[in-house]
Nanobody, 125 residues
Framework: QVQLVESGGGSVQAGGSLRLSCGAS???????MAWYRQAPGKEREGVAGIYRSRATTGYADSVKGRFTISQDNAKKTVYLQMNSLLPEDTAMYYC???????????????????WGQGTQVTVSS
């Protein structure tokens, strides 16, 4: 079992930055980590993913060039640096972990077995 705990959410004005963190209790059998978000009245969507062994990353088109996912294996932590934030980035952000060795796509939710409780990000205009 893997527990994930997110932190770093908050309120910021448009154009500002935030860095989210996701700490994992057990990293050993986790191959992929990802950040998802869900805005009120909308479906949850994947925004950034990382393949841990090679640090390969993938992003949703809506955040490319603004968000960066990274990892610190010693701390068993994955980060999401969010720059140039927009009001439409307002959502609950979730960290997810996959023990699957190979994924067909970055953000198929059924591939991610473990989820954090979420951290709220609010961007005001």
């Amino acid at each position: 079992q893997v527990q994930l705990v997110e932190s770093g959410g908050g309120s910021v004005q448009a154009g500002g930055s935030l860095r989210l963190s996701c700490g994992a209790s057990n990293y050993a059998n986790i191959y992929y980590m990802a950040w998802y978000r869900q805005a009120p009245g909308k479906e949850r969507e994947g925004v950034a993913g990382i393949y841990r062994s090679r640090a390969t990353t993938g992003y949703a088109d809506s955040v490319k060039g603004r968000f960066t996912i990274s990892q610190d294996n010693a701390k068993k932590t994955v980060y999401l640096q969010m720059n140039s934030l927009l009001p439409e980035d307002t959502a609950m952000y979730y960290c997810a972990a996959s023990p699957r060795f190979s994924l067909g796509s970055w953000f198929r939710e059924s591939d991610y077995y473990y989820w954090g409780q979420g951290t709220q990000v609010t961007v005001s205009s």
